[in-house]
Protein backbone atom coordinates (compact mmCIF):
# COMPACT_ATOMS: atom_id res chain seq x y z
CA UNK A 1 0.00 0.00 0.00
CA UNK A 2 2.86 2.36 0.39
CA UNK A 3 4.68 1.74 -3.06
CA UNK A 4 3.66 3.99 -5.92
CA UNK A 5 3.97 2.30 -9.90
CA UNK A 6 5.50 4.41 -12.22
CA UNK A 7 5.63 3.92 -16.07
CA UNK A 8 7.03 3.56 -18.33
CA UNK A 9 10.27 2.90 -17.56
CA UNK A 10 12.31 4.30 -20.45
CA UNK A 11 10.30 6.85 -22.90
CA UNK A 12 11.92 7.73 -25.99
CA UNK A 13 10.01 11.53 -28.00
CA UNK A 14 11.00 13.52 -31.02
CA UNK A 15 12.08 16.88 -30.10
CA UNK A 16 9.00 18.96 -29.88
CA UNK A 17 6.57 15.76 -29.26
CA UNK A 18 4.91 15.39 -25.68
CA UNK A 19 6.20 13.10 -23.18
CA UNK A 20 3.98 11.31 -20.78
CA UNK A 21 4.89 9.05 -17.28
CA UNK A 22 2.70 8.03 -15.41
CA UNK A 23 2.15 7.09 -11.40
CA UNK A 24 -0.46 5.15 -9.56
CA UNK A 25 -0.29 4.80 -5.59
CA UNK A 26 -2.88 2.79 -3.45
CA UNK A 27 -2.80 4.80 0.01
CA UNK A 28 -5.52 7.20 0.54
CA UNK A 29 -3.69 9.25 2.91
CA UNK A 30 -1.21 10.28 0.51
CA UNK A 31 -1.69 14.24 0.11
CA UNK A 32 1.39 15.60 -1.70
CA UNK A 33 2.52 14.21 -5.13
CA UNK A 34 5.61 16.26 -6.41
CA UNK A 35 7.84 14.99 -9.36
CA UNK A 36 11.66 15.09 -9.61
CA UNK A 37 13.98 15.20 -12.37
CA UNK A 38 17.53 14.25 -11.86
CA UNK A 39 20.30 14.60 -14.46
CA UNK A 40 23.60 11.77 -14.74
CA UNK A 41 25.27 12.25 -11.98
CA UNK A 42 23.46 14.63 -10.25
CA UNK A 43 20.97 14.43 -7.36
CA UNK A 44 16.98 15.00 -8.06
CA UNK A 45 15.80 18.36 -8.14
CA UNK A 46 12.08 19.15 -7.74
CA UNK A 47 10.35 19.88 -10.49
CA UNK A 48 6.89 20.29 -10.01
CA UNK A 49 4.26 19.60 -7.11
CA UNK A 50 0.59 18.93 -6.67
CA UNK A 51 -2.04 18.50 -3.94
CA UNK A 52 -5.03 16.80 -4.20
CA UNK A 53 -7.34 19.53 -3.98
CA UNK A 54 -6.80 20.06 -7.57
CA UNK A 55 -7.04 17.94 -10.88
CA UNK A 56 -4.30 19.78 -12.89
CA UNK A 57 -1.06 22.26 -12.47
CA UNK A 58 1.00 24.05 -14.85
CA UNK A 59 4.60 25.41 -14.93
CA UNK A 60 5.55 26.56 -18.15
CA UNK A 61 6.06 23.13 -20.31
CA UNK A 62 5.39 20.69 -17.61
CA UNK A 63 2.41 19.95 -16.09
CA UNK A 64 0.74 17.56 -13.81
CA UNK A 65 -2.67 16.16 -14.36
CA UNK A 66 -4.57 14.26 -11.32
CA UNK A 67 -7.06 12.09 -10.90
CA UNK A 68 -7.91 11.15 -7.57
CA UNK A 69 -10.77 8.71 -8.14
CA UNK A 70 -8.29 6.80 -10.29
CA UNK A 71 -5.67 7.67 -7.69
CA UNK A 72 -3.32 8.20 -10.50
CA UNK A 73 -1.56 11.12 -11.29
CA UNK A 74 0.63 12.21 -14.35
CA UNK A 75 3.52 14.68 -15.81
CA UNK A 76 3.13 15.94 -19.00
CA UNK A 77 5.90 17.64 -20.91
CA UNK A 78 5.08 19.40 -23.70
CA UNK A 79 7.47 20.50 -26.52
CA UNK A 80 9.99 18.33 -25.47
CA UNK A 81 13.32 19.45 -26.30
CA UNK A 82 16.54 17.16 -26.07
CA UNK A 83 17.64 19.85 -22.65
CA UNK A 84 14.68 17.47 -20.99
CA UNK A 85 16.49 14.04 -21.76
CA UNK A 86 16.57 13.08 -17.96
CA UNK A 87 14.99 10.61 -15.47
CA UNK A 88 12.13 11.72 -13.72
CA UNK A 89 10.70 10.38 -10.74
CA UNK A 90 6.88 10.79 -9.13
CA UNK A 91 6.44 10.73 -5.05
CA UNK A 92 4.07 10.29 -2.88
CA UNK A 93 4.02 11.05 1.44
CA UNK A 94 0.80 12.13 3.27
CA UNK A 95 -0.06 15.06 4.72
CA UNK A 96 2.63 15.83 7.73
CA UNK A 97 5.95 16.10 6.47
CA UNK A 98 7.35 14.23 8.79
CA UNK A 99 7.03 11.02 6.54
CA UNK A 100 9.47 9.97 3.86
CA UNK A 101 8.40 10.86 0.52
CA UNK A 102 7.53 7.45 -1.19
CA UNK A 103 9.22 7.35 -4.68
CA UNK A 104 8.37 5.10 -7.89
CA UNK A 105 10.89 3.63 -9.61
CA UNK A 106 12.03 6.56 -12.34
CA UNK A 107 11.13 6.80 -16.00
CA UNK A 108 14.47 7.51 -18.29
CA UNK A 109 13.55 10.18 -20.74
CA UNK A 110 15.25 10.51 -23.88
CA UNK A 111 14.26 13.44 -26.44
CA UNK A 112 15.73 12.79 -29.70
CA UNK A 113 16.25 15.47 -32.61
CA UNK B 1 19.84 30.81 0.95
CA UNK B 2 19.36 26.91 2.23
CA UNK B 3 22.34 24.64 1.32
CA UNK B 4 22.89 21.52 1.57
CA UNK B 5 26.56 19.51 1.68
CA UNK B 6 28.13 16.26 0.49
CA UNK B 7 31.44 15.07 1.21
CA UNK B 8 33.25 13.33 -0.17
CA UNK B 9 31.73 14.03 -3.66
CA UNK B 10 33.41 10.46 -4.97
CA UNK B 11 34.87 7.74 -2.94
CA UNK B 12 37.11 4.23 -4.05
CA UNK B 13 37.02 1.88 -1.21
CA UNK B 14 37.99 -1.75 -0.56
CA UNK B 15 35.90 -4.54 0.18
CA UNK B 16 36.05 -4.83 3.99
CA UNK B 17 37.04 -1.11 4.71
CA UNK B 18 35.23 1.32 6.88
CA UNK B 19 32.89 4.16 5.08
CA UNK B 20 31.97 7.43 7.13
CA UNK B 21 29.75 10.21 4.15
CA UNK B 22 29.20 12.93 5.98
CA UNK B 23 25.83 15.72 4.93
CA UNK B 24 25.72 19.35 6.26
CA UNK B 25 22.76 21.45 5.96
CA UNK B 26 23.03 25.64 6.25
CA UNK B 27 20.37 28.29 6.30
CA UNK B 28 17.92 26.04 8.18
CA UNK B 29 16.94 24.67 11.47
CA UNK B 30 15.94 21.40 12.80
CA UNK B 31 15.72 19.76 9.30
CA UNK B 32 14.46 15.91 9.18
CA UNK B 33 17.53 14.90 7.31
CA UNK B 34 17.20 11.33 4.77
CA UNK B 35 20.03 9.12 3.09
CA UNK B 36 19.39 7.56 0.17
CA UNK B 37 20.77 5.14 -2.36
CA UNK B 38 20.87 4.80 -5.85
CA UNK B 39 21.98 2.17 -7.73
CA UNK B 40 23.73 2.33 -10.89
CA UNK B 41 20.42 3.16 -13.26
CA UNK B 42 17.81 2.30 -10.52
CA UNK B 43 15.84 4.21 -8.49
CA UNK B 44 15.90 5.78 -4.93
CA UNK B 45 16.36 3.50 -2.02
CA UNK B 46 15.37 5.34 1.60
CA UNK B 47 18.12 3.76 3.75
CA UNK B 48 17.43 6.07 6.95
CA UNK B 49 15.97 9.28 8.26
CA UNK B 50 16.20 11.32 10.79
CA UNK B 51 13.77 14.33 12.58
CA UNK B 52 15.94 15.33 15.18
CA UNK B 53 19.66 15.04 17.04
CA UNK B 54 19.94 11.77 17.80
CA UNK B 55 16.64 10.36 16.34
CA UNK B 56 17.20 7.62 13.55
CA UNK B 57 15.04 5.55 11.76
CA UNK B 58 16.38 2.01 9.80
CA UNK B 59 14.27 1.65 6.19
CA UNK B 60 16.52 -1.19 5.51
CA UNK B 61 18.56 -3.19 7.79
CA UNK B 62 21.77 -3.46 6.29
CA UNK B 63 25.81 -3.27 7.40
CA UNK B 64 25.20 0.44 7.40
CA UNK B 65 24.35 2.77 9.89
CA UNK B 66 23.90 6.40 10.61
CA UNK B 67 24.44 9.16 13.37
CA UNK B 68 23.11 12.58 13.67
CA UNK B 69 25.83 14.19 16.33
CA UNK B 70 24.61 17.72 15.89
CA UNK B 71 21.18 19.31 14.18
CA UNK B 72 22.73 20.12 10.91
CA UNK B 73 25.02 17.45 10.60
CA UNK B 74 23.87 13.39 9.34
CA UNK B 75 26.74 10.66 8.81
CA UNK B 76 26.36 7.29 7.33
CA UNK B 77 29.25 4.56 8.40
CA UNK B 78 30.11 1.11 7.75
CA UNK B 79 32.32 -0.87 9.86
CA UNK B 80 32.95 -3.36 7.17
CA UNK B 81 31.65 -2.31 2.90
CA UNK B 82 30.61 -4.92 0.76
CA UNK B 83 30.69 -4.96 -2.85
CA UNK B 84 26.35 -4.38 -3.21
CA UNK B 85 27.50 -0.75 -1.02
CA UNK B 86 28.55 0.36 -4.52
CA UNK B 87 26.22 3.11 -5.54
CA UNK B 88 25.25 7.59 -5.23
CA UNK B 89 24.58 8.32 -1.94
CA UNK B 90 21.67 11.13 -1.95
CA UNK B 91 21.07 13.07 1.65
CA UNK B 92 17.84 14.81 1.62
CA UNK B 93 16.39 17.67 3.75
CA UNK B 94 12.59 18.72 4.10
CA UNK B 95 12.04 22.13 3.58
CA UNK B 96 9.10 24.84 3.76
CA UNK B 97 7.78 26.04 0.66
CA UNK B 98 5.09 28.75 -0.06
CA UNK B 99 1.71 27.78 0.49
CA UNK B 100 2.70 25.55 4.15
CA UNK B 101 4.12 22.70 2.23
CA UNK B 102 7.42 20.93 3.01
CA UNK B 103 9.37 18.90 0.62
CA UNK B 104 12.62 17.38 0.27
CA UNK B 105 15.62 18.85 -1.33
CA UNK B 106 18.36 16.54 -2.26
CA UNK B 107 22.15 17.03 -2.00
CA UNK B 108 24.80 17.25 -4.96
CA UNK B 109 25.47 13.18 -4.23
CA UNK B 110 28.49 10.89 -3.39
CA UNK B 111 29.71 8.30 -5.83
CA UNK B 112 31.12 5.11 -3.62
CA UNK B 113 32.51 2.34 -5.96
CA UNK B 114 33.89 -0.59 -3.69
CA UNK B 115 36.36 -2.52 -5.41
Known amino acids: QQQVKQSPQSLIVQKGGISIINCAYENTAFDYFPWYQQFPGKGPALLIA?????SEKKEGRFTISFNKSAKQFSLHIMDSQPGNSATYFCAARGRTGNTPLVFGKGTRLSVIA | SQTIHQWPATLVQPVGSPLSLECTVEGTSNPNLYWYRQAAGRGLQLLFY??????ISSEVPQNLSASRPQDRQFILSSKKLLLSDSGFYLCAWLTRLAGNTDTQYFGPGTRLTVL
Open chain 2, 50 to 55: SVGIGQ
Open chain 1, 50 to 54: IRPDV
